[in-house]
Structure formats: C-alpha cells, structure tokens
C-alpha cells in the first residue's frame, strides 16, 4: 500500500481477488535460511533419455523431501532445478547420496552448486516501472543459528507456506492467541 497509495484494505481485497482469480497462486515469506543455521545447495539434472516418463516422479519425490525449497522442470541443458538446505556440506552429501541411490540410474548428468548468498530481485517490470535506484534484498552469509523454540518453527513454517495468514489464524493452527503470533513474529 505504500508503493501505489492505496490503502491496505484496498491492497488486501484486490491481492485477494487476484488469489481467487488465479492470477496469484500464493503468497510465500522470505526467510534467511542461514539465519536458521542453513546454507542453499541447488542441484541441477538431465533425465536420462530412456527414463523421460519416469521425469514426474522424480519430480514429486523432490517436493516432498523435507530440506526442498523449491523444484522447477526446465527446458535446455537441465531439465531440473532444486534447491536444498542443509548444515553443512556433508549433511547435503548424504542427502545426494540417498538420492542417487534412488534415481541414479534415470538421471543422465547432475551438478551441484553451493548458493551461500541469494538475492530477491524486484519486479518492477509486471508494473510499467523502471527502477530508479537497485539495492538487491540478500540474505545468507555465514550460518548463524537462531535460537528458536518449537512453538517459533511452528509459527514461521505456517508463516512460510502462506504470509499472507492473519495472526488469529496461525494462532489456531498452533494453540496460541493472536497476541502471543505477533510478538513470536516481531521477534522473528
């Protein structure tokens, strides 16, 4: 609301509509994984040729891995591209190596990178916009554990998968006021 003039009522009501429209099809937080004692690995891969029906499984198998991020099919040199979290290098290797083990066999090539730093770009250009200035959001840098408690875990995995949830909401789905959801995400 700060950027167009309209007032946050207004705002809320046409993301609202767009979400009903399916011009949205949600709305995520960024969170600083190192922040939590993370670092981003992504993890690119070519389906073997032979293997091509098997690329949707694969697929699902990624998205349901608890250190997934995100996963995306893509068209070029790799026909996949998913980004993990892990403590550390050798806690990402094990994670390859159970993986391998699974799908080594569909997958003609792999490669990995370390992505210590991610940076958030603005879209200036879905609004007709050009940037004036540009100073990337980042977030990573040397893992730093955050002391966070279950009921916060709780609270920032709800936050996570949907931001735009009031505080009364994810008070529900974790058994705590409103009050309690707000002070744990202004700490946060």
């Given amino acids: ?73 893509a068209s070029g040199p790799w026909d996949l591209e998913a980004v993990f979290v892990a403590r550390n290098p050798i806690h990402f290797n094990n994670m390859l190596k159970e993986w391998r083990s699974a799908w080594g066999k569909t997958l003609s090539s792999i490669n990995i990178s370390m992505s210590p730093v991610s940076y958030r770009l603005r879209r200036d250009y879905l609004i007709g916009r050009r940037r004036s200035s540009f100073k990337a959001t980042h977030f990573g840098f040397e893992p730093r554990q955050a002391e966070l408690d279950e009921l916060d875990s709780r609270i920032l995995g709800h936050v996570a998968l949907n931001c735009r949830q009031s505080n009364e909401a994810i008070g529900r789905q974790v058994n705590v006021s409103y009050h309690t959801v707000g002070s744990r995400l202004d700490t946060l």
Avoid: M
Avoid at 7 to 18: A, C, F, M, T
Avoid at 58 to 63: E, K, P
């Fill in 1 to 73: 609301s700060k950027h167009t003039g309209a007032s946050s009522q207004v705002v809320g009501y046409r993301i609202d509509k767009l979400l009903q429209s399916g011009v949205l099809k949600g709305c995520i937080a960024t969170v600083d994984i190192s922040r939590l004692g993370f670092l981003a690995f992504r993890f690119y891969a070519r389906i073997h040729n032979n293997f091509r029906d098997r690329e949707s499984e694969v697929i699902r198998s990624l998205v349901k891995h608890p250190h997934t991020l995100w996963v995306v099919s």
